[in-house]
């Protein structure tokens, strides 16, 4: 991975983090590793009490197809492993987990464009 490609990845997930607080959603973790894998944002749903494990992708382009795209199976699995294993450590009163994701296009010069998933599924 590029350092362009990084810094990109880090001010999305900035930008995701941001836009899911003015949704009025609390941020707890960010960049959340354990070695099962990492989430790149832990949040409080407020509105209806759900623990979210947030991926968040950003692009810059749609040439290898949306940023919402990427997301695999497998990622997905992950992703629900890390959200029960978050509630557990933490002893999370939440009512619900949940998974969801951010898919972020900003090509360069531009303004981003966000797409927000609620509650992925398992492909």
């Not at 354990?34 to 407020?46: F, M, N, P, S, W």
Request: hydrophobic share 35%; glycine share 8%.
């Amino acid at each position: 991975m590029t350092d362009t490609t990084q810094r990109l990845g880090r001010r999305g997930e900035e930008h995701a983090a941001r836009f899911l607080e003015r949704l009025g959603w609390r941020i707890l973790e960010r960049n959340w590793r354990t070695r099962d894998g990492e989430a790149d944002i832990i949040a409080l749903d407020t509105e209806c009490d759900a623990l979210v494990v947030v991926e968040v992708k950003t692009r810059s382009g749609e040439g290898y197809g949306s940023p919402l795209e990427t997301i695999t199976y497998a990622k997905v699995r992950t992703l629900r492993h890390l959200a029960a294993g978050y509630a557990r450590e933490k002893r999370s009163t939440a009512r619900l987990l949940r998974v969801d994701a951010i898919g972020i296009l900003w090509p360069y010069g531009a303004e981003p464009k966000v797409v927000h998933a609620r509650g992925i599924e398992e492909r």
